[in-house]
T-cell receptor
């Protein structure tokens, strides 16, 4: 069974701290996506990583795709209260070639306290 | 760009009522739309895939007669929860893609909070 496991599931930190969220699988993915979702809203795409070993930066957010394309991480530097939300990793579902179906990790709920 | 509008954003109704949720792609044509269900502080669970002009494909365990999906145009898909009961209360989210492909991002609506009394 294809799974994306995120850790930690819950994280509560003070403003200014750094944090890393992990997304791991035993399966190889052609790409992984990271979304952020705020309460009462739909997820918003942050980044798509495609190449093994790839690193992408989005202001204070750094995304990395593992060399073997089985895992990814999201690192936030100097977290701010506006970073609070549910972070989801997602990847193309195997066996559904070209349909665009995604599987999602369980999500990481981040709370940044001022 | 790539805006998806979902309506209504919140529904409260009595048990036994049927509820229709609309998902519209506002600035692109959506070949495929997806419907998800989400419980509080949990991830998204895919319910069905909706392709314009053809029958929806339902995930295992999702009752197609309970959750009716219609994708009549390239910009509109609807999900009807028929004879809704309290256990159907949830957050329903749609997403759309302009073209199929494994690396294409999905553009999500803002969700519909359904509460059945």
């Amino acid at each position: 069974t294809q799974l994306l496991e995120q850790s930690p599931q819950f994280l509560s930190i003070q403003e200014g701290e750094n944090l890393t969220v992990y997304c791991n699988s035993s399966s190889v993915f052609s790409s992984l996506q990271w979304y952020r979702q705020e309460p009462g809203e739909g997820p918003v795409l942050l980044v798509t990583v495609v190449t093994g070993g790839e690193v992408k930066k989005l202001k204070r957010l750094t995304f990395q795709f593992g060399d073997a394309r089985k895992d990814s991480s999201l690192h936030i530097t100097a977290a701010q209260p506006g970073d609070t939300g549910l972070y989801l990793c997602a990847g193309p579902r195997h066996g559904s070639s070209n349909t665009g179906k995604l599987i999602f990790g369980q999500g990481t709920t981040l709370q940044v306290k001022p | 760009g790539a805006v998806v509008s979902q309506h209504p954003s919140w529904v409260i109704c009595k048990s036994g009522t049927s509820v229709k949720i609309e998902c519209r792609s506002l600035d692109f044509q959506a070949t495929t739309m997806f419907w998800y269900r989400q419980f509080p502080k949990q991830s998204l669970m895919l319910m069905a895939t909706s392709n314009e002009g053809s029958k929806a494909t339902y995930e295992q365990g999702v009752e197609k007669d309970k959750f009716l999906i219609n994708h009549a145009s390239l910009t509109l898909s609807t999900l009807t929860v028929t004879s809704a009961h309290p256990e159907d209360s949830s957050f329903y989210i749609c997403s759309a893609t302009p073209w199929t492909g494994d690396n294409q991002p999905q553009h999500f609506g803002d969700g519909t909070r359904l509460s059945i009394l």
